[in-house]
């Protein structure tokens, strides 16, 4: 008996639940449903909506290529600005030097003997000096380079993206007018 009564208040609180939840997913009456008239017009709506939101997404990404590329090329221009100023450095620099190691060189041959060796340290060090200097500029122009490069890298890029976007943008622009003409008729049409 005590099975019996425990199956059916089970079986019971089971139903009561099954009820409850019944009555809390049943639509709302306060709800009003939509004619197909009204959801034909909230589609559309939608539509051009969406057409809209991926226009301004490609115009974004379109706008993140054109940054690119002008970057790119002002990189460029202050890079090859800066080889110039270094090359002019350069010349400069190898013009004095070898103005010094002329005069060294012609004092090496009317010095005495005592002299040759202070002369010969001089030239040695003006030598190092040549190195060490020619070496800094080498650094400054593979530095140059690498902003070159990465100005290709990026004029590239920008070119690229410029390539894949645009087309997505006169489609999307396509669709939206094609969009908008359907939802004009469908609201024209409605009216009438």
Do not use: C, H, W
């Amino acid at each position: 008996m005590k099975k019996t009564v425990l199956k059916l208040t089970s079986f019971s609180f089971i139903l009561f639940l099954f009820f409850i939840s019944n009555q809390t997913f049943a639509q709302d009456p306060t709800t009003e449903t939509l004619s197909k008239e009204e959801l034909k017009l909230k589609k559309l709506e939608e539509k051009v909506k969406n057409y809209e939101n991926k226009i301004l997404l490609t115009e974004a990404k379109i706008a993140v290529a054109d940054s690119l590329i002008d970057t790119g090329y002002e990189m460029a221009m202050e890079a090859n600005e800066e080889l110039k100023v270094i090359s002019v450095e350069e010349k400069l620099f190898v013009k004095e030097n070898n103005a010094q190691r002329k005069v060294l060189v012609k004092q090496l041959k009317k010095a005495d003997d005592d002299d040759v060796k202070a002369l010969e340290q001089e030239l040695k060090a003006l030598e190092s000096t040549y190195k060490s200097e020619i070496k800094s500029f080498d650094k400054r122009y593979s530095t140059e380079n690498k902003k070159i490069t990465k100005a290709r890298s990026n004029d590239t890029k920008g070119k690229e993206k410029l390539k894949q976007y645009n087309p997505k943008l006169k489609d999307y622009q396509k669709a939206l007018e094609l969009a908008e003409e359907q939802l004009a008729t469908f609201k024209a049409e409605k009216e009438l």
